[in-house]
């Protein structure tokens, strides 16, 4: 063996043939004669196959092949070729193979893999050892391909119903192998119709298997008939779907039938079975083309109903009833499950790869416009989208979520759902889902924030231990960003999270407890919450996060014990907190009693209150912050009785002592000012009753101060008056609780007196010492804020005699704030006691606006200039161009003049009416007690006016409780400012870097403990009430005008009257309009409360409220309408414009009422506004009110570029030809103090307008195009004539809203309008001519507009040149463009343009010498101001002069210009640059770009037509 030669393969084949054959050869005379003739029958097919190197087995063993099998089939082709028998003994093979094959052992041993032989001698005599089976090397042969195959189809009819056999072999599977992946197929064609024959009648596993190998047996030239065949086939046969489907994937197929597949596909998809829906969406998607993927991706997701793939929530819970008898149906469950998961893989997969897929989606989601087609495949896409591809979709999946949210159209009912149902699906995308609810909560716009909240709600309600520690670590990451919005909501979230999942949060405890590192950021409500979800967490009945107790209790005594006033108020808010936690009410149940607090729970309630109330003496600050935390939490919480006795008792006996005295005792301590006992409400001897002992404290507090005791006489320093306010509501929340809202027991205080001081001492303020003035300011001080908080107490009570007490004490409230205002007035830099005591404020506040302040001048309308108006500081650089505007406007002798005609009617006016003296208190209300929002019932009651009074000045009816209108403004003003803090959402702003943060919460602690939601339902119940107010107001105006002859200034009006009424007309509307701007109302689930909301306006004019929305929107805004008739002031005028567009927009169709609103503005806007003087209305307010008015009427119109035409070129003409002081006659609002106020508008509006002029394409129709000509046309006409009027108005303010608008009108052009230019060029040459003409004018004068903001080296206007410069000169090289767009390039050349100024004299400083026709030019031109329409044709002439030598000879113009009749192309020798030489009938069109001649003032663009 070792000795023998290793032969190549081939070799050994022949050798082992020729011993075969010599073998035969030497025993064939020994073998008998029957033997050979049954081996001649036999053993054609078996002879070819031995002497091939294949021996036949019989039963289980496999057929062995001695030889490769490449080597096998050269040989049997060789020994077929080279029989003398051929092509005969082909057949004679295949019958020999049928015989053969008719055992089914032997037919399964040829088509299962044959074994190499292994001999002794020759152990490597087959490569390798795998083989092919025998049949499949016989089909590798092309001359036995055919005949095999049809032996094998019919064959495997025998073995279609037996199933698996022995060893899990199948013969039908092992058949259908044996065609796949062959060299070559002889006969493609007839296979495939032989394979869907057998389709057709075999059962379905066999045709599974069948329609699966299609790809790998048949050819590409039957791919595209097999696929139709199969596309029928789909819509016959559900069964098929996956393998028909696995199939054409594979399948090579034209784009056209690919198409129509799908289409079938996707009209099959809702009787496709669940399991088979992945594969269904896997091939829809992985068929679509670039052209095709929105189309396809938008048929997908309507016809894909995930809805149905999971069962209702009604069913899911009574199969988890049922989940002890059965597996089957979670089963089930699990199987929808995870369909939907692999349909969301699916999805997945194309998104990744395939852009135009992920771009389809985003684009498929976008286009719904209703809520209720929204579905809950379109959020799981999304979160796919936004995991998948960070750098692409990511930002489109936020956007579009985002807008959808902030539209209402993806909704909270949405999220809900697809948590609650696919969960399984959603835990996947739990990275997306937390990113994405991050980017919502930290988003400025206050709609999308609270969509992030329930994201977070949901992932920690829903997902695993693992998620839900993520979810509160990302919350307090949020809690310690410092964002307020932020912040608030993460605050909100945890205390939710507390309270639903109390045991899964206490696992998360060390979390939120990190917070209390960065309290520094935190605002007192939010530390109020931040200790409130800590302590329910320690504390709570439970228990559950008990192990932070000690770490509370640490820090609370540790902020307590510190000397810094921030941090104790920390430690007072974190132990209140506790008491609450610790000390709560917790019923049992209904049937059991309550047990009572354990001991030594009480016994740490009372020690922790103990220690609050020790640490608290010697601050009164500290004190009162006690007081007023106590009170919060006891109107908050319900206390266990035992602990409310206990604060209820010492408070009592405490308010008593400290600050109720009896009348007649005589006071002991020195007092600067004699006491006197003031505002006694009660009807007993005065000797035997009670009084407030406000002054003695206040004089004893004071010197306590001055003699700087700290350590000693505690009580009195407890007793501070500072404390007055807060420990009376305590007290009063005290007796409500115990007693269930009755304050009998405390309703002497409503009536009891103080004991203040002669209010005399007021009128004497300049003759009292500093310390006398500021004494005098506290006293005033509390006495208003003890009013304050008396009312906030009784402001419920139902007895007539309670609420004519009430109402009185609001009366001493405002006739004490005119005493205030006046004290303040001359009292420099004084400081108020502190009211509101968890803010900033009370570590010492300064006033900016207490600088030494005089008495504070009226304007024109004869209100107050109020010092720190709320609008002061918001257009002030608006405010600054307007007074610049008057002046610069006015020559300088009369203005003196006027001033001092001003100052003495004003010395007259102060002297008549001294109550309007002093200063405002707008910038002092942080310094006031906060009212409650019951307080605002009190708006309830009646008006009071003149109507109701007798003669003497004495109500006709008694028994009625009214307001006056002193009062209601002060109710209205302070509802307003509470609307705005609550129902106006503003963005979120993070604050500057180093920049102190003012905290705008102050002085509305009590109300930011309630909803938005809460504050809408109490506005809409105060509307009859505020409607009820409106009209008064009106009846009000409506009778004087018609006793004083339409005129409000009739001879016997009473000027403060008329200015109360005239400003609660105007709070009423603010308020009106406050409360419906809220948007909340866009949220599906308070649309019943704008519709009662809207009902009780409608109820006013028709008394029917059962009306759809639109109906009472439409009625709504009817009854409002009937208010235009009387308004006072046209800031009451503005606010009911205001109004009427918010209550518009709150229909389905708010272009409807648009007519009406432009309408409305532009009566206000015709109309002459008179004070109740009879002087006319002027100062910043009223150009502030008027900008916003004139700015509706635009909006609202229906062609803004008419109303500027109309306003532009008559409006402003007749205020031209009028005398100085006048104004425009049919526009009174019109004058020349107001022009800047109308140009601005003006100028924005147009401006605004032209970017909403469509984009011309090619495509469009004739008819399009000449519309949008035309309004261009009218555009820049409207351009034209505002440019032109800074040669009347030249002014700073006017210069510079020119040349900011001029530049982005010019761009908006170059972007929308030359493009229209491009395709009208040639059918509309005059129209073409005359735009650029009447544009090129304008140009020209902005760009003298720039040498003139050089010249004067003015900063403001010279920004705006460089970015105005180059859109000048963008203009020119555009229309060079044009030009060569349509063959007119010739025309075009360059010239020289010198610089002039506003009046179109050349800059001295650029002048050249030999310039002497320039010179006799300028002589001639006008000095005088024109109107702009007759300044630009001087202003050509002049032109014209200096560019002439520069046209003559340029006369070759190209002929492609030419078409139709063009004779008016040649303009007359007047227009600009009109000098023509040599013209007969053909057209010239030339186009001039001058350059500056000196190089600092860069390039100067003109264009001339010719």
Not at 965 to 973: G, K, Q, S
């Amino acid at each position: 063996m070792m000795r023998k030669k290793r032969r190549s393969s081939v070799d050994k084949g022949e050798g082992a043939t020729a011993t075969t054959k010599a073998k035969k050869s030497r025993g064939s005379t020994r073998q008998p004669k029957e033997a050979v003739r049954e081996d001649t029958n036999e053993s054609v097919f078996s002879v070819f196959l031995r002497q091939a190197g294949v021996t036949l087995r019989q039963g289980c063993t496999s057929n062995e092949i001695a030889v490769d099998q490449v080597v096998f089939q050269k040989r049997i082709q060789q020994q077929l070729r080279k029989s003398p028998k051929y092509p005969g003994v082909v057949q004679e093979f295949i019958t020999g193979l049928e015989s053969h094959i008719e055992d089914p052992e032997s037919f399964r041993n040829c088509l299962l893999p044959c074994v190499p032989q292994l001999s002794d001698g020759d152990a490597s005599s087959v490569s390798g050892s795998f083989q092919e089976s025998l049949l499949r090397m016989l089909l590798g042969i092309e001359m036995l391909q055919t005949s095999i195959i049809n032996t094998l189809l019919e064959k495997l009819p025998e073995f279609m119903l037996d199933g698996t056999g022995d060893g899990g072999i199948s013969v039908p599977h092992l058949i259908i192998n044996q065609l796949k992946w062959l060299d070559r197929v002889v006969d493609s064609k007839e296979l495939a119709t032989k394979l869907m024959e057998l389709v057709s009648v075999a059962p379905v596993d066999v045709q599974q298997d069948i329609i699966t190998s299609l790809p790998e047996i048949l050819e590409d030239s039957q791919h595209n008939d097999i696929a139709r065949e199969l596309n029928s086939l789909l819509q016959t046969n559900t069964q098929l779907t996956v393998p028909i489907l696995d199939a054409l994937s594979s399948l090579n197929l034209s784009s056209s039938l690919l198409t129509e597949v799908r289409g079938a596909v996707m009209s099959t998809l809702a009787a496709v079975q669940l399991e088979d829906l992945p594969v269904v969406v896997k091939f829809i998607l992985h068929s679509v083309s670039a052209f095709d993927a929105y189309e396809v991706v938008n048929s997908l997701r309507k016809k894909l109903e995930l809805e149905q793939c999971v069962l209702p929530p009604v069913l899911q819970a009574s199969q988890s009833r049922m989940r002890g008898k059965g597996a089957a149906m979670a089963a089930s469950t699990h199987a929808a499950g995870s369909s939907v998961t692999l349909i969301m893989d699916g999805i997945k997969s194309a998104v990744r790869f395939q852009k135009m897929i992920s771009e389809a989606w985003l684009k498929a989601i976008e286009s719904v416009d209703e809520a209720e087609n929204h579905k809950v495949i379109d959020l799981l896409v999304l979160f796919i989208l936004h995991c998948t591809n960070p750098n692409q979709s990511r930002r489109g999946a936020e956007r579009i979520l985002k807008s959808k949210v902030r539209t209402g159209l993806i909704q909270e009912a949405l999220l809900q759902k697809t948590f609650r149902d696919y969960s399984q699906v959603m835990r996947g995308y739990f990275a997306s889902i937390l990113a994405l609810a991050q980017c919502l909560l930290r988003s400025p716009d206050p709609c999308v924030v609270p969509f992030g909240g329930h994201m977070y709600r949901l992932s920690f309600t829903v997902f695993d231990p693992y998620c839900q520690q993520e979810v509160v670590g990302s919350l307090v990451t949020h809690v310690c960003s410092g964002v307020g919005g932020e912040v608030d909501m993460a605050l909100e979230l945890l205390c939710g999270l507390v309270t639903e999942n109390p045991s899964e949060m206490a696992l998360y405890a060390v979390f939120v407890k990190g917070i209390l590192d960065y309290m520094d950021n935190l605002t007192p409500q939010q530390i109020r919450r931040l200790f409130h979800l800590l302590s329910r967490l320690a504390f709570g009945q439970q228990q559950q996060g008990s192990h932070i107790q000690d770490d509370m209790h640490i820090v609370i005594r540790k902020q307590l014990s510190s000397t810094v006033p921030k941090y104790k108020r920390i430690g007072i808010i974190g132990a209140v907190m506790i008491v609450g936690s610790m000390g709560a009410f917790r019923p049992k149940g209904k049937e059991s009693k309550n047990e009572p607090l354990p001991q030594e729970t009480f016994r740490q309630v009372t020690a922790l209150l103990e220690l609050v109330r020790s640490s608290s003496e010697s601050s009164p600050e500290a004190g009162a912050l006690y007081y007023d935390e106590l009170a919060n939490l006891i109107l908050s919480s319900t206390l266990d009785p035992q602990v409310q006795e206990h604060i209820a008792k010492s408070v009592l006996d405490d308010f008593q002592d400290g600050f109720v005295v009896d009348l007649g005792l005589e006071t002991t301590c020195s007092i600067p000012f004699p006491a006197r006992v003031m505002y006694n409400l009660e009807e007993e001897d005065t000797q035997d009753g009670i009084a407030i002992n406000l002054l003695p404290l206040l004089a004893k507090d004071i010197q306590n101060k001055g003699e700087q005791q700290c350590q000693t006489k505690k009580a009195h320093k407890r007793v501070s008056p500072l404390c007055l306010s807060p420990f009376f509501r305590l007290l009063r929340l005290c007796e409500e609780k115990q007693h269930q809202g009755d304050l009998e027991e405390i309703d002497a205080l409503l009536g009891c007196p103080l004991i203040l001081t002669d209010m005399e001492a007021v009128e004497k303020m300049e003759s009292l010492s500093k310390a006398e003035r500021e004494f005098l300011c506290h006293l005033l001080f509390h006495t208003i804020n003890w009013f304050r908080e008396v009312i906030n107490a009784f402001c419920r009570q139902k007895e007539t005699e309670m609420k004519m007490k009430v109402m009185t004490r609001l009366q001493n409230i405002t006739y004490l704030q005119t005493l205030l205002e006046r004290a303040l007035a001359g009292t420099a830099g004084y400081v108020p006691p502190v009211a509101n005591f968890d803010g900033e404020s009370s570590d010492g506040a300064t006033l900016s606006s207490t600088a030494p302040v005089n008495k504070a001048k009226k304007d024109g309308s004869g209100k107050k200039r109020k010092t720190p108006g709320k609008a002061s500081s918001e257009s002030s650089s608006q405010l600054e161009e307007m007074t610049e505007a008057d002046e610069t406007q006015q020559d300088q002798p009369e203005k003196e003049k006027e001033k001092e005609k001003e100052k003495e009617k004003e010395k007259e006016k102060e002297k008549e009416k001294e109550i309007w003296h002093g200063v405002s208190l707008v910038s002092y209300r942080q310094f006031f007690r906060e009212l409650d929002m019951e307080v605002l019932s009190v708006l309830q009651c009646g008006l009071l006016s003149r109507s109701l009074l007798d003669s003497e000045l004495h109500t006709k009816e008694k028994e009625e409780v009214l307001l006056g209108p002193a009062e209601l403004v002060f109710l209205l003003e302070d509802m307003l400012r509470k609307l705005e803090f609550s129902l106006t959402s503003a963005p979120v702003k993070r604050a500057p870097f180093l920049k102190v943060r003012t905290d705008k919460s102050v002085g509305f602690s009590h109300l930011q403990q309630r909803s938005s939601k809460d504050i809408a339902a109490c506005c809409v119940q105060l509307l009859p009430a505020l409607c009820s107010h409106l009209e008064n107001c009106h009846n009000h105006f409506q009778t004087l005008l018609s006793e004083n002859d339409g005129v409000v200034d009739g001879p016997a009006t009473d000027v403060q009257e008329q200015h109360l009424m005239s400003t609660c007309y105007q709070l009423l509307l603010q308020v009106l309009n406050t409360t419906f701007s809220w948007s909340g109302f866009n949220l599906p689930g308070q649309r019943s409360l704008l519709k009662k909301a809207l009902g009780v306006l409608a109820e006013r004019l028709n008394g029917h409220s059962e009306l759809t929305l639109e109906q009472l929107v439409k009625h709504s805004f009817e009854y409002l309408l009937n208010f235009g008739s009387t308004m006072p002031s046209l800031s009451t005028a503005l606010c009911l414009s205001q109004l009427l567009s918010t209550v518009s927009e709150k229909g389905g169709n708010p272009s409807t009422y648009r007519e009406q609103t432009a309408s409305l503005a532009k009566r206000f806007l015709s109309q002459d506004w008179l004070t109740a003087r009879g002087e006319k209305e002027r100062g910043n307010k009223f150009n502030e009110a008027l900008h916003t008015l004139l700015s509706i009427y635009l909006e609202n119109v229906d062609d803004v570029l008419k109303a500027v035409e109309e306003i532009a070129g008559e409006r402003i003409p007749e205020l031209l030809n009028a005398a100085k002081d006048e104004s425009s006659a049919s526009w009174p609002t019109l004058s020349r103090q107001t022009f800047l106020v109308f140009y601005k508008v003006m100028m924005a509006e147009l401006e605004k307008a032209v970017r909403k002029i469509p984009a011309s394409k090619i495509s469009d129709n004739v008819e399009a195009q000449n519309e949008k000509l035309l309004t261009w046309n009218l555009a820049v006409r409207d351009f034209h004539i505002l440019v032109n009027f800074v040669k009347v108005f030249d002014s700073r303010p006017v210069l510079n809203v020119c040349l900011k608008y001029g530049r982005l009108f010019l761009e908006s052009f170059l972007k929308l309008g030359m493009p229209l230019l491009d395709f009208s060029f040639k059918r509309h040459k005059e129209d073409v001519q005359n735009l650029l003409k009447t544009i090129q004018l304008s140009t020209r004068q902005l760009h003298h507009m720039c040498g003139h903001s050089k010249i004067n080296q003015d900063t403001s206007l010279t920004n705006h040149v460089p970015a105005l410069k180059k859109s000048l000169e963008l203009f020119v090289y555009r229309v060079k463009a044009t030009l060569t767009l349509n063959n007119c390039q010739e025309a075009f050349w360059i010239g020289n343009l010198k610089n002039r100024n506003l009046r179109g004299e050349e800059i001295l400083s650029q002048r050249t010498e030999g310039s002497d026709d320039d010179e006799d030019d300028e002589e001639q031109e006008e000095r005088h101001p024109v109107l702009p329409q007759e300044e630009s044709e001087d202003e050509a002439q002049e032109s014209d002069a200096e560019e002439r030598e520069k046209i003559k000879g340029k006369e070759n113009v190209d002929e492609d210009c030419r078409g139709g009749d063009t004779s008016h192309l040649t303009p007359s020798l007047e227009s600009p640059c009109s000098r023509v030489v040599g013209t007969s009938g053909t057209d010239r069109v030339a186009v001039r770009v001058t350059r500056s001649r000196t190089s600092s003032s860069g390039v100067c663009v003109s264009l001339c037509f010719l």
